[in-house]
């Protein structure tokens, strides 16, 4: 099973840009799909972004235009390149894959966009 943990979140004003990394503890060049979540206080936990192995990307509408989602498979990394943040987009985010029959999360990373 290959782990995940996520790194790049902080504290940004508004209108700023974060780059969140998510590096996995095995090759991550066979997983299917890999993508990330967020969880603002008190709402369920959203996609924000997704990408399939062959290259299709799915941005949820709230980011789209704002994120760009992509994966280096030489160094087992997911990143999540986030401008123009707002105070909304505050949330832990979260890194996942899905293959076949697993499922896989990281443990999450605080973004908090405030002035």
């Known amino acids: 099973q290959v782990h995940l943990v996520e790194s790049g979140g902080g504290l940004v004003q508004p209108g700023g840009s974060l780059r969140l990394s998510c590096a996995a503890s095995?090759?991550?060049?066979?997983?299917?799909?890999m993508g990330w979540h967020r969880q603002a206080p008190g709402k369920e936990r959203d996609l924000v972004a997704r990408l399939i192995s062959g290259g299709s990307t799915y941005y949820a509408d709230s980011v789209k235009g704002r994120v760009t989602i992509s994966r280096d498979n030489a160094k087992n990394t997911l990143y999540l390149q986030m401008n123009n943040l707002k105070p909304e987009d505050t949330a832990v985010y979260y890194c996942?894959?899905?293959?076949?029959?697993?499922?896989?999360w990281g443990q999450g990373t605080q973004v908090t966009v405030s002035s």
């Open positions: 095995g090759s991550i060049s066979a997983l299917n799909t």
């Open positions: 996942f894959y899905t293959d076949t029959a697993t499922v896989g």
